[in-house]
């Protein structure tokens, strides 16, 4: 079954900040990884947490909480280009280190 | 970018037929993967390899099958296409550094009539 879930849609304001979770159900793994796809394009990687904790890239962060089993990727001053879907990643110790995807979450911005 | 393309870029095909997409790559990453992207779906992977002539299985295998001859060709066979597997395949590499990275082609949108 699906080891990642995260929310299927986000809406948010231009100039504003979200917050897009993705927990996870499984218990090996290398880190958590977030990737933005804009529509008829392909999947761009945008950030990885190998450790808990906040990792800062410009105006995007991600958090990692193993014990909670939870991450989050975090848009600041939204544009509207950053109007894309967004999924979480993890390769699985537990599935011969195969990388497993979410589902993906669509962030729909308004101006 | 990892310099990967996959061809062809678009393809319309009948039931019953066999296709075969190509993922080429030139920054000689050893791992390579093929995916579907499908409305609700999310990413799913199909094979992968992690050397030439070495492949396994992913999670929506049957149907399909690999070949890599070569470090930059990885091969993805629909052997009697069906209707099911009209889909957006996408070709990645790397996914094993410290960061975990992969690099995506542009994908190939197959529509199975």
Redesign the interface.
Same mark, same amino acid.
């Given at each position: 079954g699906q080891s990642l879930e995260q929310p299927s849609e986000v809406t948010a304001v231009e100039g504003a900040i979200v917050q897009i979770n993705c927990t996870y159900q499984t218990s090996g793994f290398y880190g958590l990884s977030w990737y933005q796809q804009h529509d008829g394009g392909a999947p761009t990687f945008l950030s990885y947490n190998a450790l808990d904790g906040l990792e800062e890239t410009g105006r995007f962060s991600s958090f990692l909480s193993r014990s909670d089993s939870y991450g989050y990727l975090l848009l600041q001053e939204l544009q509207m280009k950053d109007s894309a879907s967004y999924f979480c990643a993890v390769r699985d110790t537990n599935r011969d280190d195969k990388i497993i995807f979410g589902k993906g979450t669509r962030l729909h911005i308004l101006p | 970018d990892a310099g990967i393309t996959q061809s062809p870029r678009h393809k319309v095909t009948e039931t019953g037929t066999p296709v075969t997409l190509r993922c080429h790559q030139t920054e000689n990453h050893r791992y390579m993967?093929w995916?579907r992207q499908d409305p609700?779906?999310?990413?799913?992977?199909i094979h992968?390899s992690y050397g030439v002539k070495d492949t396994?299985k992913?999670?929506v295998s049957d149907g399909y099958s690999v070949s890599r001859s070569k470090t930059e060709d990885f091969l993805l066979t629909l052997e009697s296409a069906t209707s099911s597997q009209t889909s957006v395949y996408?070709c990645a590499t790397g $996914?094993?550094g410290?960061?975990?990275?992969?690099?995506? $082609?542009?994908?190939t949108r197959l529509t199975v009539l």
């Open positions: - | 993967y995916y609700g779906h999310g990413l799913r992977l992968y396994d992913g999670e996408f $996914g094993q410290a960061d975990n990275e992969q690099f995506f $082609g542009p994908g």
